[in-house]
């Protein structure tokens, strides 16, 4: 089995950062691709940005430039770095992992982020 385990939301004001963290244990072996996704109130959960071993990552269109999603494989954590956030990022962000891009068997549990003055 694997558990996966976010940390890093929170308040913050609007052009402000954050940085997710996803800490990995268990099974971590069968890990090869990690994701970030996200659910606003309201709206379907969507992809923020996953990476597959060492390939470059990929983002969603609209976040590039803004957020990126980095690994260390010794410590079996993924971050998610946001920066100049806008109120239109509030969500549940989530961690998710598996053998390929696209394919999660694993989530977390969520962490909140909300961005408001």
């Known amino acids: 089995q694997v558990q996966l385990v976010e940390s890093g939301g929170g308040l913050v004001q609007p052009g402000g950062s954050l940085r997710l963290s996803c800490a990995v244990s268990?099974?971590?072996?069968?890990?090869?691709?990690m994701a970030w996704y996200r659910q606003a109130p309201g709206k379907q959960r969507e992809l923020v940005a996953h990476?597959?071993?060492?390939?470059?990552?990929i983002y969603a269109d609209s976040l590039k430039g803004r957020f990126t999603i980095s690994r260390d494989n010794a410590k079996n954590t993924v971050y998610l770095q946001m920066n100049r956030l806008k109120p239109e990022d509030t969500a549940v962000y989530y961690c998710?992992?598996?053998?390929?891009?696209?394919?999660?068997?694993?989530w977390g549990q969520g962490t909140q982020v909300t961005v408001s003055s």
């Open positions: 998710a992992a598996g053998g390929g891009l696209g394919r999660y068997p694993y």
């Open positions: 268990g099974s971590a072996f069968s890990i090869n691709a």
């Open positions: 990476i597959f071993g060492g390939e470059e990552p």
